[in-house]
C-alpha cells in the first residue's frame, strides 16, 4: 500500500537556527497536508498543497509541493521556542485513505 | 463550525478487558470519519475509516474493530485487549471536495494505557 516517508524523526536546532523536514510518498499524491502536534496535544492542520511546484509561505515558514507530486517539504526560518513539536506531512491514499508520515520532532534550544 | 467531541480523556485498563470510544462529531453532516493510534513518540497509524453509516473500511487487521452506527457516532471497540494495544486514540473528521481529502480536524485524543 502507499507509504509515506517523513525525515528526519529529531531534530535539535538552537534557536534562531533553521528546519526542514523532508516528506516522499512511493506514489503520486493528488495534494499534501502538514500538521503540528504540540507535546501532549493533538495535530493541528497548517496548511494544503495540491499543485505541482506549488509554494506557499505562513511568516516564517514555507511549504514546497514537488513538481512530480511525490515529495514535499516544511522549511522553518529562525526557529523560535514556540515551534517546539512534531511536524506531521499527510497524503491522500486510495479511496479516502489519509496516510500520516512518521512526524518529525522539532526542539528548540533558546 | 464542526466540533468532535472524543472520551474518555486517559483511560487505564488491564489486559483481557474489553474497550468502548466513541467519538462524536457536531456541525456537520455525512463525515468521513477516521480512526488513527499513535504509539509513544510515533506517527499516527490509521485504523480504520469510514464514508458512511455501517460503512467501515479496516486498514491493519488487529485486535481492533470499529462501527458507525449514526451518521455523527465513530465506535471503536475491542473485546479483550492486549499490552500492544496502549497508545494515544484519535478521531478525526477529513473534509472532501469531490474525492479529494481537505484539512482533518481532530478530537483531543484518548490516551489508553492497558496494564
Known amino acids: 500500500g502507499q507509504q509515506v516517508m517523513q525525515i528526519p524523526q529529531y531534530q535539535h536546532v538552537q534557536e534562531g537556527e533553521d528546519f526542514t523536514t523532508y516528506c516522499n510518498s512511493s506514489?503520486?499524491?493528488?495534494?499534501i497536508q502538514w500538521y503540528k502536534q504540540r507535546p501532549g496535544g493533538h495535530p493541528v492542520f497548517l496548511i494544503q498543497?495540491?499543485?505541482?511546484?506549488e509554494v506557499k509561505k505562513q511568516k516564517r515558514l514555507t511549504f514546497q509541493f514537488g513538481e512530480a507530486k511525490k515529495n514535499s517539504s516544511l522549511h522553518i526560518t529562525a526557529t523560535q521556542t514556540t515551534d517546539v513539536g512534531t511536524y506531521f506531512c499527510a497524503g491522500q491514499g486510495g479511496g479516502f485513505k489519509t496516510i500520516f508520515g512518521a512526524g518529525t520532532r522539532l526542539f528548540v534550544k533558546a | 463550525s464542526q466540533t468532535i467531541h472524543q472520551w474518555p480523556a486517559t483511560l487505564v485498563q488491564p489486559v483481557g478487558s474489553p474497550l468502548s470510544l466513541e467519538c462524536t462529531v457536531e456541525?456537520?453532516?455525512?463525515?468521513?470519519l477516521y480512526w488513527y493510534r499513535q504509539a509513544a513518540g510515533r506517527g499516527l497509524q490509521l485504523l480504520f475509516y469510514?464514508?458512511?453509516?455501517?460503512?467501515i473500511s479496516s486498514e491493519v487487521p488487529q485486535n481492533l474493530s470499529a462501527s458507525r452506527p449514526q451518521d455523527r457516532q465513530f465506535i471503536l471497540s475491542s473485546k479483550k485487549l492486549l499490552l500492544s494495544d496502549s497508545g494515544f486514540y484519535l478521531c478525526a473528521w477529513v473534509g472532501t471536495i469531490g474525492i479529494m481529502n481537505t484539512e482533518a480536524f481532530f478530537g483531543q485524543g484518548t490516551r489508553l494505557t492497558v496494564v
Open positions: 506514489t503520486t499524491l493528488s495534494n
Open positions: 498543497l495540491v499543485k505541482s511546484g
Open positions: 456541525g456537520t453532516s455525512n463525515p468521513n
Open positions: 469510514s464514508v458512511g453509516i455501517g460503512q
